[in-house]
């Protein structure tokens, strides 16, 4: 029998990154948009909300490597039965995506062919996994005086170290003799104005049927175009020998976002948590 009622959802998201949603997505009373000025204060918001009203937080660390792992079955299928890579790269915060991916591989290593090297990039502004894993010291998060200076907010947290991932994606690195490495703002636009035999990487993308979203000559959301970027960046390194094949992980830049999104409750310093979200969930 089908459940009464309807699934309530409550999205909380720093207010500075409101622009990159659809607000069609919001157009049900059941979702609840909620804004928080302060990024460092999002997920202290999300786990009063857990904790006060029983409501369960939505995604959790291992669901997270599940969602990863379904996704690398594909790219498991095809490398089985088309053509193997030399290395696996994908812009990194966490580490999900690469942790779920490798448990699979890992699970397959005994057939033909080596296991792909990973190559994590991140953000040079927040980078305490690179910071960590090149300096071997501990794992400790990069405190941000400000978004504003930021490549990519989206990959913005303040205590990345709480989800407990670092070791597992040492553990990938040291196995497949991976590596980390950064992309900085002079880096990207480098990358972005870079002629590659008279077309920008904008529009080679194009051409193969990914169309990054621009807005006002800006891109809208730039951690994809990052692990390209870093892919690019670590073959000119000579980390990646040229003629290796590279399954680069474009995670995001493809967007629907209207600007048209409007948060029913924005939270702005901490005092505004509990008579806020007592209003948004109870209506009082």
């Not at 009622?5 to 500075?16: A, K, M, T």
């Not at 369960?56 to 890579?85: C, D």
């Not at 994908?90 to 057939?111: C, D, H, M, V, W």
């Not at 305490?128 to 894993?133: D, E, F, L, N, S």
Request: hydrophobic residues 35%; glycine residues 8%; proline residues 4%.
């Amino acid at each position: 029998m089908r459940p009464k009622g309807r699934i309530r959802d409550f999205l909380f998201i720093p207010e500075e990154n409101i622009t990159l949603l659809n607000s069609r997505i919001f157009g049900s009373d059941k979702a609840h948009l909620i804004s928080v000025k302060e990024p460092g204060l999002v997920k202290r918001t999300t786990h009063l909300l857990e904790s006060l009203y029983g409501l369960r937080r939505i995604p959790e660390t291992s669901w997270r490597y599940e969602a990863s792992m379904f996704r690398e079955v594909f790219i498991l299928e095809h490398m089985l039965q088309s053509e193997r890579f030399d290395w696996i790269t994908q812009t990194i915060s966490a580490a999900f995506g690469p942790i779920g991916i490798y448990r699979i591989l890992k699970s397959f290593e005994n057939e033909p062919g080596n296991i792909p090297r990973f190559l994590g990039i991140q953000q040079e502004t927040n980078c305490p996994m690179y910071r960590a894993w090149k300096t071997k010291k501990s794992f400790e998060p990069v405190e941000i005086s400000s978004t504003e200076q930021l490549l990519t907010r989206v990959m913005y947290d303040s205590k990345p170290h709480t989800y407990g991932t670092y070791v597992d994606l040492t553990d990938i690195l040291v196995d497949t003799h991976g590596d980390l490495t950064t992309v900085n703002h002079a880096e990207f636009i480098d990358f972005l104005e870079y002629d590659f035999d008279g077309k920008g990487i904008l529009e080679l993308l194009k051409d193969r049927g990914i169309e990054i979203t621009v807005a006002e000559g800006e891109v809208v959301e730039k951690t994809g175009l990052i692990a390209l970027a870093g892919t690019l960046k670590e073959i000119d390194n000579c980390q990646i020998a040229k003629g290796s094949k590279v399954l680069c992980c474009l995670t995001s830049g493809i967007s629907e976002a209207d600007g048209k999104a409007n948060p029913e409750l924005r939270i702005l310093s901490s005092d505004d948590i509990d008579k806020g979200l007592n209003k948004t969930v109870f209506g009082s």
